[in-house]
């Protein structure tokens, strides 16, 4: 079963709620120096959060849409690379000073920062990525310049645990994140909702370690850097003798590769926001699907308009439906799904899509 994401699903997005339409800042085509065409005359940005452009996850696919989007624009982006949660508003007002026209901040940690500067400067367009900014809680964006890009990811997750779960060998799977912020629990709380569809449909005792979906509480690292922790995370769930490992955030996978490959068992991974298997080759052989969010044609699809001078606030929820969200290719794991398997992934992908599964996340209410 492959799920692909398209650039023209994108632009059926549901929306969040009326949010006013802001006239964009780009201005209009210029003559160039050299005088062989028109140039726009528009910036757009982007600052990573602390895991950095190159986390082989969400930021590189969000600086990848704004370079597809930037080069069908013809213009060149400007991009600021955080180290830590202290450089944001710093690397925020960079870019406000370098002139940004439409500043992209990726990931959730990002948001309040992102508040503050586009609250400081309503000229200027913002699209946050993870995070509708909705600090007061009542159901819209705090700022009218801002534009939320977000992901029911608890659904795509959910058909990765009823997968995870038919494929199990020892009846145990395992999962961990980096920080225990929504945009990761939502892959640990659809994960576990498919284990037990899984556990209900078959009349199976699969047992999922790392999270209990009633404390909303489970295994994290305390940050997204792969490092011992990370290692020490996933040795931890190893132990207790799962067989299929879902590592939630950034660079933390790295850790959990290293952990199975040291234990010398057979053990699968799930890749998450990205096809890891095709961002990180490294770890190919251990993965048996990733959870794929459409964050690089999301953002490309918000700074194209921008720039053409439509920037539409309306916030954008990927799902099922809308192909924003899905899961990849099972790559080198094709011939070692069973075909009854795929087609029920299939099956119950409709399922969810008509209403007949509810995957309840926070963004599903």
Not at 11 to 33: D, K, M, N
Request: glycine share 12%; aromatic share 8%.
């Amino acid at each position: 079963m492959t799920f692909t994401f398209k650039k023209a699903a994108m632009g059926g997005f549901a929306t969040l709620g009326a949010v006013a339409l802001l006239a964009g800042c780009a201005s209009a085509p210029e003559e160039s120096a050299d005088g062989e065409g028109e140039t726009l005359d528009y910036l757009p940005c982007m600052v990573s959060d602390a895991g950095g452009f190159d986390d082989k996850s969400f930021n590189q696919l969000g600086r990848e849409g704004l370079e597809a989007a930037s080069e069908e624009l013809g213009v060149e982006p400007t991009l600021v690379e955080s180290q830590a949660e202290t450089d944001y508003n710093a690397n925020l007002q960079n870019l406000v000073d370098q002139g940004c026209n439409t500043i992209v901040t990726v990931g959730f940690l990002l948001a309040p920062a992102a508040l503050e500067s586009a609250t400081a400067n309503p000229d200027l367009e913002y699209v946050s990525i993870d995070d509708t900014v909705d600090t007061d809680f009542d159901g819209t964006t705090d700022a009218e310049n801002i534009k939320p890009i977000i992901f029911d990811t608890a659904q795509a997750a959910f058909l990765a645990g009823y997968l995870s779960a038919g494929m199990s060998q020892t009846g145990a799977v395992g999962t961990y994140g980096g920080i225990n912020i929504p945009t990761v629990s939502i892959f640990m709380d659809g994960f576990a909702q498919g284990v037990e569809y899984y556990n209900e449909e078959n009349g199976a005792d699969v047992q999922v370690l790392g999270w209990d979906r009633e404390a909303q509480d489970g295994s994290f690292t305390g940050g997204f850097e792969a490092n011992d922790t990370a290692r020490q995370v996933a040795q931890g769930l190893i132990d207790q003798n799962i067989d299929v490992l879902l590592p939630v955030g950034g660079p933390i996978y790295q850790s959990g590769a290293a952990a199975i490959r040291d234990s010398g068992r057979e053990i699968m991974m799930l890749g998450v926001d990205a096809d890891v298997f095709e961002t990180d080759p490294s770890v190919g052989d251990l993965l048996l699907t990733s959870i794929r969010k459409g964050i690089d044609v999301g953002v490309e699809e918000a700074i194209v308009a921008a720039g053409n001078g439509e920037f539409d606030p309306s916030p954008f929820i990927g799902t099922l439906e809308n192909e924003g969200v899905g899961l990849a290719p099972f790559h080198d794991f094709e011939d070692a799904v069973p075909a009854e398997l795929s087609d029920k992934l299939d099956e119950l992908r409709q399922m969810i899509i008509d209403g007949d599964i509810t995957v309840e996340s926070y963004l599903a209410g």
